[in-house]
């Protein structure tokens, strides 16, 4: 097992679960910071929907999100592209730091993951972001090495190929 860095921060979700889960994890962390802008994406009037919901209520607003992910807003919501907007201090501020731990959610975590594995934006949206997973981001020169621990936590995938795309293994 790795050993945790004495200096290690951990910056959260200010939403409920991320939230819970970052102060069981107080114990490892020099400081913890409750952030807003790392709260999920703002799905505005599809919050709380599933995917089967939102296609069944709103089918020309599912298409159009099925289109074109990364440029879709939801109805009085957000893009991704609006979070990479929202991101932006937070990942050149994660460029200055050594040892941070985020605790936040799938749409987030793909912003993050895509700007520091080289992604563009097309393949943003379809990431694949585990549920109960650390993702560890270790720089390399031009990139950087993604390692995944994943947790043995029961969970719904939530996970959506872009069509015509093999779900991953």
């Known amino acids: 097992a790795e050993k945790i860095p004495g200096d290690l921060r951990i910056w959260s979700s200010q939403k409920i679960r991320a939230a819970q889960t970052a102060q069981q994890l107080s114990d490892l962390a020099a400081h913890i910071e409750f952030l ?36 879709y807003r939801y109805p009085s919501g957000e893009s991704y592209e609006d979070l990479v907007g929202r991101l932006e201090p ?45 993702i560890k981001l270790t720089p390399k020169a031009y990139s950087c090495q993604v390692e995944m621990f994943k947790f043995k936590i029961d969970a719904v995938n939530t996970y959506r190929t872009k069509k015509g795309q093999q779900e991953p293994l």
């Open 36 to 71: 807003k802008v790392l709260d999920e994406i703002d799905a505005g009037i599809c919050e709380g929907l599933t995917y089967t919901d939102f296609e069944e209520r709103y089918p020309k607003q599912f298409a159009d999100r099925d289109r074109d992910k990364y440029h």
């Open 90 to 134: 937070v990942i050149m501020e994660l460029e200055r730091q050594s040892n941070v731990l985020v605790v936040s959610h799938q749409a987030i975590l793909r912003c993050i993951l895509a700007y520091f594995d080289n992604k563009n934006y097309s393949e943003l949206p379809y990431l694949n972001v585990p549920l109960h997973t650390v």
